[in-house]
């Protein structure tokens, strides 16, 4: 395997920094672990106010929002939690201090049920509410007026954004700039089987675990709905999603579901500048899933595939921000195509400037201009 792959199309930006993992975590499994308990500084990120998004009849996302002084006068990362995480996760925390430290609004997303919402929706959550996050995009371009939004996305997060931006296709509104996803898991099937892996039985039974407690916690809030009884029974992931999340979510199957809510089937749609980080050596999101044509084909997505790093661990072996190096790399590509928007704005106004009220020269600037637009839009970073 290379040290690194990264797959970029057209011209490129400055490069991002290679990963290099810390010494005593090349253990993809180490690696993985190691980053829930990793003791993170967050002096920088103040306290967060909530906010309620309401995304269908009687379901509402709670949101913990860090906002700039003068919000619209800032970009804004909307960040997605994993699989059985919340607001509260490491990462979500480390990346939203990170990202209020570079000037960005910050809004850390609880999935449907997730960081003690139970009660804020009558269904269970799944992999593929994308339209979740659209409401949410819908609503913080219409009523706060913000002009500049990202979305980053952890594994099964990463899955949602990444779906979000390839069902929105050439459609996105021009207010989102970008979508970022880390070790995302865009094929439900595939990973489903990584899991089932003896040697990942840990994950699995991690997983299982968390489903039981949240169906008694929903059985409790909804018992004309869910029923706790006997949830022990089901030992496996597939198992579970054939006879709880399948069904309660209207999917025929857990076959079903998996096909339906994985972003593979809609990532070649994908119009927007978009950063996929990944590591090799995931143990439970096989590397082959990246190898699609609809990812490598598509000009508007940037992959680097580090060949360490687990899952959504990335602990490098230098201090400070440099410490969870996806967080600061994401962070980093955010800005990036905020510095190239504004590039590409003064370059085209610099050949109208030039060429204003010049005859026979106003229709070759403008050409020239688009032309200079393109380019930038062009680049991947």
């Known amino acids: 395997m290379p040290e690194s792959l990264t797959h970029k199309r057209r ?40 906010r309620l998004f309401e995304v269908e009849p009687g379901t509402r996302l709670l949101a913990k929002c860090h906002w700039q002084r003068d919000p619209q006068r800032h970009p804004t990362l909307v960040l997605i939690h994993g699989l059985e995480g919340s607001s509260e996760s490491p990462y979500m925390l480390g990346i939203a201090e990170k990202g209020f430290a570079s000037g960005f609004n910050i809004l850390r997303m609880n999935q449907r ?25 819908e609503e913080l371009i219409e009523r706060n007026g913000l002009s500049e939004i990202f979305f ?26 970008g979508i970022s996803a880390v070790c995302p898991g865009l094929d439900l099937a595939a ?15 991690h997983f299982l675990f968390s489903y039981r407690r949240r169906l008694q916690r929903k059985a409790k809030l909804f018992p004309e709905r869910y029923s706790a009884e006997g949830v022990s029974r089901w030992q496996r992931l597939r198992e579970w999603d054939e006879a709880i999340t399948a069904p309660a ?9 998996y096909y339906r809510t994985s972003a593979l089937r809609v990532v070649a749609g994908i119009r927007v500048p978009t950063l996929i980080i990944t590591a090799q050596d995931d143990p439970i999101i096989p590397f082959s899933s990246f190898c699609d044509p609809g990812i490598l084909d ?6 680097i595939a580090t060949q360490y790093g687990g899952h959504c661990g ?35 106004q610099e050949y109208v ?5 010049r005859a026979g020269e106003t229709s070759l600037g403008r050409r020239a201009a688009t032309q200079g637009n393109t380019d930038f839009a062009g680049c991947r970073c």
């Open 191 to 205: 990973s489903l089987d990584a899991i089932a892996q003896p040697h990942n039985f840990l994950y699995e039974w």
């Open 249 to 257: 979510s209207g999917y025929h199957g857990a076959a079903d579901y």
């Open 353 to 357: 400037r030039m060429t204003f009220g």
């Open 298 to 303: 598509n000009p508007f997505i940037t992959m």
């Open 11 to 50: 011209a490129s930006c400055s490069p991002m920094s290679t990963f290099e993992p810390h010494p005593l975590l090349r253990n993809a499994h180490v690696a993985t672990v190691a980053a829930a308990f990793w003791p993170r500084k967050l002096s920088r990120l103040p306290a967060a106010t909530e």
């Open 152 to 177: 980053v996305g952890y594994s099964m997060g990463g899955n949602l954004v990444l779906k979000m931006a390839g069902e929105l296709g050439p459609h996105a509104p021009r207010e989102l700039r």
């Open 113 to 137: 049920n997730c960081g003690g919402t139970e009660h804020l929706t009558p269904t269970l959550y799944d992999a593929g509410l994308s339209e979740d996050y659209r409401a949410v995009l």
């Open 314 to 348: 990335f602990i490098s072996r230098y201090a400070g921000d440099e410490r969870f190096w996806a967080e600061l790399r994401v962070v980093e590509f955010c800005k990036q195509r905020l510095e190239m928007a504004e590039d590409s704005k003064m370059y085209k």
